[in-house]
């Protein structure tokens, strides 16, 4: 099997030389890129030398911009790249910006070194890792609209305009909000195979896979209200 290729972006050189160690003794990751700051990532990335990193691990807080400006950056210039932020900073709404802005996790700097590696294997595999406190940063934040209305939106990567329903909305909304099927039916008065159609239907309109990348899917594009949002 080969190796996670990993980028670490850090202006701290202990905590950089720290993880590279840690992770270096994992035969499953390879440490491909190592940098100070956003641009020295970016230059790095730039210079079309093989390999290119799979994942990065992103410090939020960087000399020369921090990590939203990179991560932007990053989602923009390399779509397959997946992106973890390492912060000591766990305030709720810098998390749910980060999440909605499409990072792939955030994570405390403390992590346990076996979590993270867990961590790095699960955006690797699929594409996202929530974390406890991350769950419940989301489902605390999400507000549940009075009134949801029918969609239509373009969303990319999806080949048909996205349509919910005014009850897909709302069942979206209930899910991110993390209540199990038969809470959504209590809620709204209506039967479980009820919600449980609605979610098959959300899954298959969206082609996501759980009821996590659900919630990820409907932050990223918006289709949920969020505090803050404009």
């Given at each position: 099997?080969?190796?996670?290729?990993?980028?670490?972006?850090?202006?701290?050189?202990?905590?950089?030389?720290?993880?590279?160690?840690?992770?270096?003794?994992?035969?499953?990751?390879?440490?491909v890129v190592e940098a100070a700051s956003g641009g020295e990532l970016l230059?790095?990335?730039?210079?079309?030398?093989?390999?290119?990193?799979?994942?990065?691990?992103?410090?939020?807080?960087?000399?020369?911009?921090?990590?939203?400006?990179?991560?932007?950056?990053?989602?923009?210039?390399?779509?397959?790249?997946?992106?973890?932020?390492?912060?000591?900073?766990?305030?709720?709404?810098?998390?749910?910006?980060?999440?909605?802005?499409?990072?792939?996790?955030?994570?405390?700097?403390?992590?346990?070194?076996?979590?993270?590696?867990?961590?790095?294997?699960?955006?690797h595999t699929h594409g996202y890792y929530i974390d406890a406190t991350t769950?419940?940063?989301?489902?605390?934040?999400?507000?549940?609209?009075?009134?949801?209305?029918?969609?239509?939106?373009?969303?990319?990567?999806?080949?048909?305009?996205?349509?919910?329903?005014?009850?897909?909305?709302?069942?979206?909304?209930?899910?991110?909000?993390?209540?199990?099927?038969?809470?959504?039916?209590?809620?709204?008065?209506?039967?479980?195979?009820?919600?449980?159609?609605?979610?098959?239907?959300?899954?298959?309109?969206?082609?996501?896979?759980?009821?996590?990348?659900?919630?990820?899917?409907?932050?990223?594009?918006?289709?949920?209200?969020?505090?803050?949002?404009?």
């Amino acid at each position: 099997m080969s190796s996670i290729k990993l980028a670490i972006c850090d202006d701290h050189r202990l905590f950089r030389q720290g993880l590279r160690h840690i992770l270096s003794r994992e035969p499953r990751f390879e440490v491909v890129v190592e940098a100070a700051s956003g641009g020295e990532l970016l230059d790095a990335l730039t210079q079309a030398c093989a390999p290119q990193p799979q994942v990065v691990l992103l410090d939020l807080h960087l000399p020369d911009q921090d990590g939203r400006a990179v991560s932007r950056a990053l989602l923009a210039g390399f779509p397959g790249m997946r992106i973890i932020i390492l912060s000591m900073n766990y305030a709720p709404e810098l998390i749910l910006e980060l999440m909605r802005l499409g990072v792939h996790a955030y994570l405390p700097k403390d992590i346990d070194q076996k979590l993270l590696g867990e961590a790095i294997e699960q955006v690797h595999t699929h594409g996202y890792y929530i974390d406890a406190t991350t769950a419940q940063v989301m489902r605390q934040g999400l507000q549940e609209p009075a009134r949801p209305r029918a969609q239509r939106l373009k969303v990319p990567g999806l080949a048909q305009p996205l349509e919910l329903t005014e009850r897909e909305q709302e069942v979206l909304t209930l899910i991110c909000q993390g209540l199990s099927s038969q809470q959504i039916a209590d809620r709204l008065f209506i039967s479980f195979r009820t919600v449980e159609g609605h979610r098959k239907n959300l899954l298959d309109k969206t082609g996501m896979a759980n009821a996590v990348s659900l919630a990820l899917f409907a932050v990223r594009h918006q289709l949920v209200d969020l505090p803050g949002a404009p």
